[in-house]
């Protein structure tokens, strides 16, 4: 299992690192792809604004049901077998070992049909094509964001700016905490308004915080 070597603390080598990393790139190509894409259709409107707007507000609620629901899924018997999603298997390695670098990162088995996918659903079900791209435009450049969010806070940069101070702390009181609370990453708007940001000293700490209770 490839694990984070020691390396400066820079952004620079922290940067350096993340841009060599499979899923990054891949989701860098498709959303490249996307910005010519849009770039070339042109009409923009006010209607962009609104499609954008929408994505990201939708972002905090997003990155939490996707934590509750699907990385921290649980295996299940349905019909007499065995289901255990892939990217729950993954996360509750990365629980296990939140330093290895290669289960930071959305795996690649998922992220390639995923990406794939979305573009293609889009482009067909949009109304119009120029809207449809601002929307993967929006959407995959905060999945981009997410990932290199999500490397930042497990690398050894430590966090100068009093916002990334609070996401960094409160994504390591998730992991060595207590993992039923604090699931955003790049924002925590949806912790606090579902009730899953609370004080670190009331709640107790969660002898499943490595495991998710699955191990």
Sequence with gaps: MQTASPRPATLRAE????????????????????????????????????????ILGMEPFTEWVIHVFLLHARPRHVFGRKVDLLVARK???????????????????????????????????APHRNLGLTGLVTGIAMLLTYEWTHYLIHSRYRPRSRYYRYIHRAHRLHHFKNERYWFGVTIHLADHALGTFPAKESVPTSPTARTLGAA
């Design 91 to 125: 996360h509750r390695l990365h629980h296990q070992d939140p330093r290895a670098i290669n289960l930071i990162f959305v795996p690649l088995p998922v992220v390639i049909p995923g990406l794939i996918m979305v573009v293609v659903v889009t482009l067909l079900l």
């Design 15 to 54: 940067l350096r690192t993340f841009s060599q990393q499979p899923s990054p790139r891949f989701i860098a190509v498709v959303l490249a792809g996307c910005v010519v894409g849009r770039a070339a259709e042109g009409r923009w409107s006010w209607r962009d604004l609104v499609v954008a707007g929408v």
